[in-house]
């Protein structure tokens, strides 16, 4: 009797213990869910933003093909995180082993692209952004939508071009449109109201030096530590999900 009852009650824990897995893993696929929502309105939001901010993103090639990564990673992790939560409620191992490979897959593609991206991030950006501010970017000409975005970004933060106004040199199409000009219109400083407009185009009054580019980074530096914060978030959430997928996987009969 005594030694049934340590039996039964072993193997009542064992369920108990398994029934805790199974929802703990329920809970953490729903999150990698909630992830993979996030990437993809993100995505959607950059390729459909009236705002011009797509036109920035499209000049790029790195920024370009990083927004359809951003899709196909949501779409995934959406997937996944749908599948695992199935996986979990019904005890499928099939489902459960499907996940497990793929999150693995997905854990190894995020780490590797989230060092890459460190390593990379301020020489292919500066590099980029120079380069198409150079080719494309236009002055006055506010039909333009990445033209317009640029002024829109120069007035905005206060800065003028990438890196500094040294970037409207001679071999820009600016100063090919305006050989007169040294700066649009967008880098002169405003807090002299009577600062005269044409001295500031053709640089004998004060401008704005900064590049928007630290501008921009000046600015965004909490909300870019809050991204790189949020991204440890997911490869834990992810790490545990496995784990737990892997010990849901082998407690199943």
Request: proline content about 2%; aromatic content about 14%.
């Amino acid at each position: 009797m005594g030694q049934g009852e340590a039996s039964a009650r072993g193997t009542a824990m064992e369920g108990d213990c398994l029934s805790c897995i199974k929802y703990l893993m329920f809970i953490f696929n729903f999150f990698i869910f909630l992830g993979g929502a996030f990437l993809l309105g993100v995505g959607i939001w950059v390729l459909v933003d009236p705002t011009g901010f797509r036109e920035i993103v499209a000049a790029n090639p790195l920024l370009f093909t990083g927004v359809y990564v951003i899709l196909a990673m949501g779409g995934m992790l959406f997937l996944l995180g749908f599948l695992g939560c199935c996986g979990a409620i019904r005890e499928n191992k099939c489902l459960l082993l499907f996940f497990f490979l793929l999150i693995l897959i997905i854990f190894l593609a995020e780490l590797a692209a989230a060092i890459l991206a460190f390593i990379f991030r301020e020489h292919l950006t500066r590099d980029y952004f120079t380069k198409e501010l150079k080719t494309y970017y236009q002055g006055s000409n506010s039909t333009d939508v990445f033209t317009a975005t640029w002024n829109t970004i120069m007035t905005t933060f206060e800065c003028c071009g990438v890196n500094s106004a040294d970037d409207f040199d001679q071999q820009s199409l600016f100063r090919r449109l305006y050989p007169s000009r040294l700066v649009p219109e967008e880098c002169c400083q405003r807090n002299d109201l009577l600062m005269n407009k044409e001295e500031c185009l053709k640089g004998i009054m004060q401008i704005r030096n900064k590049g928007c580019y630290s501008a921009v980074v000046d600015y965004f530096e909490t909300y870019i530590y809050m991204a790189g914060a949020l991204a440890i978030v997911v490869l834990t959430i992810e790490l545990f999900a496995m784990v737990f997928a892997m010990c849901l996987f082998r407690g199943i009969q």
